[in-house]
């Protein structure tokens, strides 16, 4: 076992004068602070000793913080330099002091190091992880990655030593960013050599042990602190028992030899004799704070019984005063006691009301998520097939007909999606995405794939778009192409024989933002003054005639809501008979600069020339077929098969570099096939391939060792890149969501 001491930090970084305070407070903090120091540089008794002088002057004062502090510096002194049984008593002592404050931060301290006194000892490891998951939830309340960190890593040791290691290597995997960027020597040590025990015990590689059990051994090199020293003999214990598992018995004898150098250095007679020295003045003062204790709570109820005499007498009186109260009461009870029925007989109206309502709302949300699943589907079979009719056949590529039909899909799907979640627009649950485009294109697509509707209604259609504009903007271009959509589609139904013009023009920048004004202007109908202020709100539709301007109501709600997350404003002005104007403006960055590097990322990956095998575990026919064409246009080998236990029974056969997989499917779903393939002790990447989105799923696909989730449809680089990830990620295979 490895010891953390990692929450004395915080304990000395408050430990500050302040002015203002009373003088046994200020006192109380410096004997503190220099209890600390002595800690840090090993002189035991001494700090003992100035622990014990602060723990007294709390006591006195009935000061219950700084008690829990006195009590926790003379815990972590005992653990190692005296009784780990003494430092147990001493740990809960402070925390029945620190449970009479608010101060979570030294609960915290206490439950942590309470935990370490039962793990590091070996005396209970069940009782020792009880404590530390009640230190993570004070440490995770405070939002301390500090203490976050090292409690996680000492519950992961806790959990190894027990030999979970299915729910300690989650925790494990939890600390690697804060480590690997934040990380001091000790935690460090502790990660590579939690790593190492995990390879060593769990997967039984001893390669992959060695290798950071080395790691843990340079970090421990690099220590300057002296209290970390009984750490490293851990260290040291370990790989010696690591090395002398695996037969190689020089090895694990030069670690034995500096383990024994260091314990020696550390242990020696003389400061074990001083700390037992002042171990018994400690309880000897012990016993003296306790009899005032007793004295002090005699007075108190001594006191207590000459208040008692006078509180009497005003009882007697008060109750006087309550009986002549109760009977008015009475009187008006009877009064209330009918308009209290009819008031029961209307609330439990309203809860069945609620609970219908409540029903209703989980029935709406369930047929949302239904739909919006069947719907992306197919059209992930419709995108996927436009993709690779554009690859097979290059000589459509320029092909207007094409590049409608392309963008249709998509717009078709991001319309899809956000009708179907018009309720969580409102909830502001919809996140913009930035993405590099360039205006021109996006809007000549536009007009492309309006021209049907355009000739529909002999209406021209005309673009303006200033040249001021950077080349390339920065911002969510789908929901942009939606806004544009929506109001060109109405303007077209609402205009005969006329002209439709969108224009968009740079209206100002203010630093690193370009706001684009837009204007979609039509020479129709118009929009009658009386209709003006309420055509923004659902289910508007302004006097529908019986043969004529089909829709649902939603277009304008989803524009407005749509400019309100890009951050924007929108106006109209119209006239009857003579046409309606749409103002809106919108901020971008420019993409200028990040256009090559992202145009020169996505050739690099779809040009790579290496291959790799994808076994692909999906149900739908027509996606099978999308799928494995796409992959085999781009050099990789594919198999596929129709459900997980076929899946589960090819992995006995072949061997492949990753798995695509369905999550919905029949027979057995994506999440239980991967935790089967997980049990059987295959570590090749999973990647998940659904049409849910990914946030209603994470915490399932996390909980299933699922490596990573794309939405379908979604764009083919993105999915080659994600498969060359996991595939190449040599180091660490086991990385998960």
Same mark, same amino acid.
């Given at each position: 076992?490895?010891?953390?001491?990692?929450?004395?930090?915080?304990?000395?970084?408050?430990?500050?004068?302040?002015?203002?305070?009373?003088?046994?407070?200020?006192?109380?903090?410096?004997?503190?602070?220099?209890?600390?120091?002595? /800690?840090?540089?090993?002189?035991?008794?001494?700090?003992?000793?100035?622990?014990?002088?602060?723990?007294?002057?709390?006591?006195?004062?009935?000061?219950?913080?700084?008690?829990?502090?006195?009590?926790?510096?003379?815990?972590?002194?005992?653990?190692?330099?005296?009784?780990?049984?003494?430092?147990?008593? %001493?740990?809960?002592?402070?925390?029945?002091?620190?449970?009479?404050?608010?101060?979570?931060?030294?609960?915290?301290?206490?439950?942590?190091?309470?935990?370490?006194?039962?793990?590091?000892?070996?005396?209970?490891?069940?009782?020792g992880i009880k404590y530390y998951k009640l230190g993570l939830q004070y440490s995770e309340k405070l939002k301390d990655d500090y203490e976050i960190a090292f409690t996680k890593l000492?519950?992961?040791?806790?959990?190894?030593?027990?030999?979970?290691?299915?729910?300690?290597?989650?925790?494990?995997?939890?600390?690697? !960013?804060? $480590?690997?960027?934040?990380?001091?020597?000790?935690?460090?040590?502790?990660?590579?050599?939690?790593?190492?025990?995990?390879?060593?015990?769990?997967?039984?590689?001893?390669?992959?042990?060695?290798?950071?059990?080395?790691?843990?051994?340079?970090?421990?090199?690099?220590?300057?602190? &002296? /209290?970390?020293?009984?750490?490293?003999?851990?260290?040291?214990?370990?790989?010696?028992?690591?090395?002398?598992?695996?037969?190689?018995?020089?090895?694990?004898?030069?670690?034995?030899?500096?383990?024994?150098?260091?314990?020696?250095?550390?242990?020696?007679?003389?400061?074990?004799?001083?700390? *037992?020295?002042?171990? @018994?003045?400690?309880?000897?003062?012990?016993?003296?704070?306790?009899?005032?204790?007793?004295?002090?709570?005699?007075?108190?109820?001594?006191?207590?019984?000459? !208040?008692?005499?006078?509180?009497?007498?005003?009882?007697?009186?008060?109750?006087?005063?309550?009986?002549?109260?109760?009977?008015?009461?009475?009187?008006?009870?009877?009064?209330?006691?009918?308009?209290?029925?009819?008031?029961?007989?209307?609330?439990?109206?309203?809860?069945? #009301?609620?609970?219908?309502?409540?029903?209703?709302?989980?029935?709406?949300?369930?047929?949302?998520?239904?739909?919006?699943?069947?719907?992306?589907?197919?059209?992930?079979?419709?995108?996927?097939?436009?993709?690779?009719?554009?690859?097979?056949? *290059?000589?459509?590529?320029?092909?207007?007909?094409?590049?409608?039909?392309?963008?249709?899909?998509?717009?078709?799907?991001?319309?899809?999606?956000? =009708?179907?979640?018009?309720?969580?627009?409102?909830?502001?649950? $919809?996140?913009?995405?930035?993405? =590099?485009?360039?205006?021109?294109?996006?809007?000549?697509? =536009?007009?492309?794939?309006?021209?049907?509707?355009?000739?529909?209604?002999?209406?021209?259609?005309?673009?303006?778009?200033?040249?001021?504009?950077?080349?390339?903007? +920065?911002? !969510?271009?789908?929901?942009?192409?939606? %806004?544009? +959509?929506?109001?060109? @589609?109405?303007?077209?139904?609402?205009?005969?024989?006329?002209?439709?013009?969108?224009?968009?023009?740079?209206?100002?920048?203010?630093?690193?933002?370009?706001?684009?004004?837009?204007? $979609?202007?039509?020479?129709?109908?118009?929009?009658?003054?009386?209709?003006?202020?309420?055509?923004?709100?659902?289910? $508007?539709?302004?006097?529908?005639?019986?043969?004529?301007?089909?829709?649902?109501?939603?277009?304008?709600?989803?524009?407005?809501?749509?400019? !309100?997350?890009?951050?924007?404003?929108?106006?109209?002005?119209?006239?009857?008979?003579?046409?309606?104007?749409?103002? /809106?403006?919108?901020?971008?960055?420019?993409?200028?600069?990040? #256009?090559?590097?992202? +145009?020169?990322?996505?050739?690099?990956?779809?040009?790579?020339?290496?291959?790799?095998?994808?076994?692909?575990?999906?149900?739908?026919?027509?996606?099978?077929?999308?799928?494995?064409?796409?992959?085999?246009?781009?050099?990789?080998?594919?198999?596929?098969?129709?459900?997980? /236990?076929?899946?589960? &029974?090819?992995?006995?056969?072949?061997?492949?570099? #990753?798995?695509?997989?369905?999550?919905?499917?029949?027979?057995?779903?994506?999440?239980?096939?991967?935790?089967?393939?997980?049990?059987?002790?295959?570590?090749?990447?999973?990647?998940?391939?659904?049409?849910?989105?990914?946030?209603?799923?994470?915490?399932? *696909?996390?909980?299933?060792?699922?490596?990573?989730? =794309?939405?379908?449809?979604?764009? *083919?680089?993105?999915?080659?890149?994600?498969?060359?990830?996991? %595939?190449?990620?040599?180091?660490?295979?086991?990385?998960?969501?």
């Amino acid at each position: 076992m490895k010891q953390f001491y990692f929450l004395l930090f915080l304990l000395f970084s408050t430990l500050v004068f302040a002015q203002g305070e009373s003088s046994y407070k200020l006192e109380c903090k410096k004997l503190l602070k220099e209890s600390g120091k002595n /800690f840090l540089e090993l002189k035991n008794d001494e700090s003992v000793r100035l622990a014990n002088l602060a723990l007294t002057l709390a006591s006195t004062n009935k000061d219950y913080e700084f008690e829990a502090k006195a009590y926790n510096l003379i815990g972590l002194n005992y653990v190692d330099f005296s009784d780990v049984n003494k430092a147990i008593d %001493v740990y809960k002592k402070g925390l029945v002091s620190a449970n009479k404050t608010k101060n979570d931060t030294i609960k915290g301290w206490l439950t942590n190091n309470l935990a370490n006194a039962y793990c590091f000892n070996e005396i209970d490891f069940n009782e020792g992880i009880k404590y530390y998951k009640l230190g993570l939830q004070y440490s995770e309340k405070l939002k301390d990655d500090y203490e976050i960190a090292f409690t996680k890593l000492n519950l992961t040791s806790a959990l190894f030593r027990v030999s979970n290691y299915e729910e300690g290597i989650a925790y494990l995997i939890d600390t690697k !960013d804060y $480590v690997e960027l934040n990380g001091d020597v000790e935690a460090q040590i502790t990660f590579n050599s939690l790593y190492a025990d995990y390879y060593n015990n769990a997967l039984n590689d001893f390669d992959k042990a060695d290798l950071y059990y080395k790691k843990a051994y340079l970090n421990s090199k690099e220590n300057q602190t &002296e /209290f970390i020293k009984s750490h490293i003999a851990n260290l040291y214990q370990d790989i010696a028992a690591f090395y002398s598992k695996h037969g190689k018995f020089a090895e694990a004898y030069s670690f034995l030899r500096m383990k024994d150098s260091l314990n020696t250095e550390i242990y020696n007679a003389e400061r074990l004799s001083k700390v *037992a020295k002042v171990s @018994s003045e400690v309880d000897k003062n012990e016993v003296e704070r306790d009899l005032l204790k007793v004295q002090q709570e005699k007075l108190l109820q001594e006191e207590k019984l000459k !208040d008692s005499k006078i509180i009497v007498t005003l009882f007697i009186v008060i109750f006087s005063i309550l009986m002549l109260l109760l009977f008015s009461m009475y009187r008006n009870n009877r009064l209330r006691t009918e308009s209290n029925l009819e008031l029961q007989k209307a609330n439990k109206e309203l809860i069945i #009301a609620k609970e219908e309502a409540e029903k209703a709302s989980n029935i709406k949300s369930q047929f949302i998520s239904t739909i919006s699943h069947e719907l992306r589907t197919p059209l992930y079979g419709v995108i996927g097939t436009t993709d690779i009719i554009e690859e097979e056949h *290059a000589e459509l590529s320029n092909s207007p007909h094409l590049k409608a039909l392309k963008f249709s899909a998509n717009y078709l799907l991001s319309l899809v999606n956000d =009708i179907l979640k018009v309720y969580k627009i409102e909830e502001n649950k $919809v996140v913009l995405e930035d993405n =590099i485009f360039n205006l021109d294109d996006i809007i000549e697509s =536009i007009r492309e794939s309006l021209e049907t509707i355009s000739r529909r209604h002999n209406n021209k259609i005309q673009v303006l778009v200033d040249s001021a504009i950077p080349e390339f903007l +920065i911002g !969510d271009k789908v929901r942009l192409s939606q %806004v544009i +959509i929506n109001l060109m @589609s109405n303007s077209l139904k609402f205009t005969h024989n006329g002209k439709v013009i969108i224009k968009a023009d740079l209206d100002r920048v203010e630093g690193e933002n370009y706001f684009v004004k837009f204007k $979609v202007i039509d020479t129709g109908i118009g929009i009658p003054k009386k209709y003006q202020a309420s055509v923004f709100e659902k289910f $508007v539709q302004i006097e529908r005639r019986e043969d004529d301007y089909q829709g649902t109501g939603l277009g304008l709600t989803i524009v407005k809501k749509l400019i !309100d997350l890009f951050g924007g404003t929108i106006t109209l002005e119209s006239e009857e008979g003579k046409g309606t104007t749409f103002t /809106f403006d919108i901020p971008f960055k420019s993409g200028v600069e990040d #256009a090559k590097e992202f +145009i020169q990322e996505v050739e690099v990956d779809l040009s790579e020339s290496k291959s790799y095998k994808v076994l692909v575990v999906e149900d739908n026919k027509i996606n099978q077929i999308v799928t494995k064409r796409l992959l085999e246009n781009h050099k990789f080998i594919c198999e596929i098969v129709d459900d997980g /236990f076929q899946a589960i &029974e090819i992995l006995e056969q072949q061997e492949f570099d #990753a798995i695509l997989m369905d999550i919905n499917m029949p027979k057995i779903n994506g999440f239980d096939t991967t935790k089967i393939i997980r049990k059987k002790g295959y570590t090749i990447p999973v990647i998940a391939v659904t049409a849910f989105e990914k946030q209603e799923i994470i915490e399932r *696909a996390r909980d299933a060792q699922i490596n990573d989730v =794309i939405a379908k449809p979604f764009e *083919a680089y993105k999915l080659f890149r994600m498969i060359r990830k996991y %595939v190449e990620n040599e180091e660490d295979k086991t990385g998960l969501l």
